[in-house]
């Protein structure tokens, strides 16, 4: 699979260069530490665990997908006719679900490490406390390019590349049509996304749908938690 969807949380890109080298990059969410995603949602579907992890309760997703407009790289993935908005509004447009990486939640809970570090045969994914990671990241940067840090205020997934990402980014896209960019995030410089991702919710919230059923999401999603917690 070369794409994102709603059931493909991860795949290896193969981004092939002018002078034809290819280098191989596992794309996924990049789990921003103040995700707009997480700002936007008027239904409160979308949380940050204590493990840091940016995720998605689908049994409160609404399957709106203003998550996957406001994200700078579009990550989150849309599957229709299953969720919440069946029971509640059936005729509701664009209903479904969004999914997307969760960081292996589960298992961060479990005091394991997410799937992808854990199978990665070449030991090219790692996954580290925050504090270490930084000293770590900035070590094996040393002389190279380092995304994520950064980008949108700051995520939790960082690229190293010996390459500049302006140059990964240049062959990502640019023999893309538009419809072959759903699901493919790009290596795109990204500024802080607050101010956009707050004008969004203010148009999200004003939505009659979004004040009829708030008040049943957000009980819904508190009796899914305390179930889990369990």
């Known amino acids: 699979m070369d794409r994102l969807t709603p059931y493909n949380w991860l795949y290896v890109e193969k981004i092939v260069l002018n002078d034809g080298r290819e280098i191989f990059a596992p794309r996924r969410c990049m789990h921003c530490f103040d995700a707009p995603c997480r700002k936007i949602c008027p239904f409160g579907a979308i949380d940050r665990t204590v493990q840091g992890a940016i995720k998605i309760d689908p049994k409160v997703c609404f399957g709106g997908a203003k998550c996957r407009d406001v994200c700078p790289w579009g990550i ?87 390459v500049p990402f302006e140059e990964l980014n240049k062959a990502t896209v640019e023999n893309q049509k538009p419809i072959e960019k759903a699901g493919r995030p790009a290596f795109q410089a990204v500024a802080p996304q607050l101010k956009e991702s707050s004008s969004w919710a203010i148009a999200t919230l004003a939505a009659p749908l979004a004040a009829a059923a708030t008040a049943y999401l957000i009980a819904r999603r508190k009796k899914s938690q305390k179930r889990e917690d369990k």
């Open 76 to 162: 989150p993935q849309r599957q229709a006719g299953v969720g919440l908005y069946l029971d509640v509004a059936p005729t509701f447009a664009g209903g479904g679900v969004m999914y997307k990486c969760d960081f292996c939640a589960d298992r961060l809970r479990d005091g394991q490490t997410p799937a992808c570090a854990q199978s990665c045969p070449q030991k090219a994914v790692s996954f580290l406390p925050l504090e270490q990671a930084l000293i770590t990241v900035r070590q094996m940067a040393a002389n190279r390019y380092l995304y994520g840090v950064n980008e949108n205020g700051g995520t939790a997934t960082w690229y190293i590349s010996s």
